[in-house]
């Protein structure tokens, strides 16, 4: 749960209406994986959960359930995306758009026949790389090697291989010669983890 600024729940929690307890939200995510993973969900990714494909094969899981979330796990391998709405952002073709949060604004340009963005940015290849290895991680499946690189032309092992190694020292992430991915504990640490590669 994220408190954001300028929310009643923000306002509720700093006038002490009820105070955060970690320990019990921590208990009520094992148990929701708990109970997930019983009727048949695999986690995916940290929040998420989808059932499989039925197979042929038993023995064979995929990282990612056939009935996964197709448009957020484009979010996370590094796809194209268009933002539509007030406040949306869309990267596309290594351009990232953020459309103006006012309504008003925001339907205002869209009445003159002119696209509704605030603003707009391009990253540099290696930024963007850190980015999407940054948001790819929250998936359990992590990055194979060989799909990072086909993705973005950088090879995860290189570029980040200091923040892996830290990663794998406090015990948030595992590694072998096909994948790194963050284990159990790690997910819970993902926001960490994912500042530490961002460039």
């Known amino acids: 749960m994220i408190y954001e600024d ?11 209406e009820f105070s955060v307890d970690e320990n019990l939200a921590c208990e009520m995510y ?22 499989d494909a039925k197979s042929n094969n038993p023995t064979i899981q995929q990282s990612i359930p056939a009935f ?22 869309g990267y596309v073709r290594g351009v990232r758009t953020k459309n103006w949060s006012n309504t008003q604004l925001y339907c205002d340009q869209l009445e003159k026949g002119k696209r509704a963005i605030e603003s707009s940015e391009e990253l ?8 999407i290895a940054a948001f790819g991680l929250r998936m359990n499946a992590g990055w194979p090697f060989a799909d990072f690189q086909h993705v973005t032309g950088f090879d995860l092992r290189n570029e980040w291989s200091s923040e892996m190694q830290q990663m794998e020292e406090r015990g948030w992430a595992s590694r072998d010669q096909e994948k790194f991915h963050l284990t159990h504990q790690g997910l819970r640490f993902a926001d960490a983890a994912a500042e530490m590669f961002l460039r």
């Open 124 to 131: 540099s290849p290696l930024r963007r790389a850190g980015e």
């Open 30 to 51: 094992e148990e929701l994986i708990s109970r997930a993973t019983a009727a048949g969900f695999h986690q995916y990714e940290i929040a998420n959960f989808a059932r």
């Open 6 to 16: 300028d929310t009643p729940l923000f306002e509720q929690l700093k006038a002490g």
């Open 68 to 89: 996964a979330c197709q448009h957020n796990v484009n979010y996370w391998r590094g796809g194209a995306f268009h933002g539509l709405g007030p406040s949306a952002t």
